[in-house]
């Protein structure tokens, strides 16, 4: 078999069209325009791209882009005071804090202290628990552009058998619970489950969040499942920097139905999904109808 590729890359093209065509409509109908307040605190090279990327990407769709620029020293309290700053600003619907902080500043003091109405990454233990229970909630962005991909290519979701291979806050434990709110069967894996290979072999559903590259070899997919890979690790391959996954690309596509490639798989998803996420916090703050297929 050889397996579909879902491209992340054409499909975030998809997302960023819809979020720019109710950004135009907001504007044009209610005279709103959502706002995306960007915090980065010290001078991490990744952080710097991530963030002119989310800056680039948030202007082309109409929306209104700030960016706060902090000192590596900026103290906690600064800190604080200016997500106050931007919790009170009815210009602003959405507020990311870049992570990782340096090391002296409290990231889960930092995060909570977001307005949930706002915390457009999901990560406020607030929006947690929503989503743990089933209520609506701001959902964190790779899970989200995950759960996008597969509706996509499968339409419904319901009955399938999904492992979730990673429990991580950010990814693994939220996937599980988007899964759970589409009728899948869910089974939270990782690197110290029992029989692990048997586990991830009878799941319609593979999604590899446990950050070891190729971790996971073709011999564990069933035939004909949906690989989504949301890796991305870093190695040395023939003398070359390489970019990789948390699956063995080429034999797990030799099984699967599906799957997701990296780079352009479940990346690009992320910031679409960001994107998307401000302006669903956006039409929620002002009592409007939420944009039809950017949630959950």
Same mark, same amino acid.
């Given at each position: 078999m050889s397996a579909t590729i879902i491209d992340g890359k054409a499909f975030a093209g998809t997302v960023r069209e819809k979020v720019a065509g109710h950004v135009s409509r907001l504007k044009a109908e209610h005279g709103i325009t959502p706002g995306?307040?960007?915090?980065?605190?010290?001078e991490d090279p990744a952080s710097q791209v991530y963030v002119r990327s989310k800056g680039k990407m948030t202007v082309e769709?109409?929306?209104k882009s700030v960016e706060h620029k902090l000192d590596v020293e900026t103290p906690e309290a600064e800190l604080l005071a200016l997500i106050d700053q931007l919790n009170n600003d009815p210009e602003i619907h959405g507020i990311l804090v870049q992570l990782p902080l340096p090391k002296h500043l409290n990231e889960d003091l930092v995060i909570n202290s977001i307005d949930p109405a706002k915390d457009v990454d999901g990560f406020h233990i607030s929006n947690v628990g929503l989503l743990g229970t089933g209520q609506k909630s701001m959902v964190p962005c790779t899970p989200l552009g995950c759960l996008m991909m597969l509706r996509d290519h499968h339409g419904s979701l319901s009955g399938m058998d999904a492992v979730v291979i990673g429990r991580s806050n950010i990814v693994g434990k939220p =996937?599980?619970?988007?899964?759970?709110?589409?009728?899948?069967?869910v089974t939270i894996a990782h690197s110290r489950t029992k029989d692990l290979a048997d586990v991830v072999r009878r799941a319609d559903i593979v999604v590899a969040a446990?950050?070891?590259?190729? =971790?996971?070899?073709g011999e564990w997919i069933k035939e004909g499942a949906t690989v989504i890979d949301v890796g991305i690790n870093r190695i040395e391959r023939d003398g070359k920097n390489k970019l990789v996954g948390d699956v063995d690309f080429d034999s797990c596509a030799a099984r699967a139905g599906a799957i997701t490639p990296v780079p352009g798989g479940v990346g690009p998803m992320t910031i679409a999904c960001l994107l998307a996420n401000t302006v669903t916090a956006c039409c929620r703050a002002n009592g409007l109808a939420e944009p039809e297929g950017l949630t959950a």
């Open positions: 995306l307040a960007v915090v980065l605190v010290g769709v109409g929306m =996937m599980a619970q988007l899964l759970l709110g589409d009728s899948c069967t446990v950050g070891r590259p190729e =971790m996971v070899p």
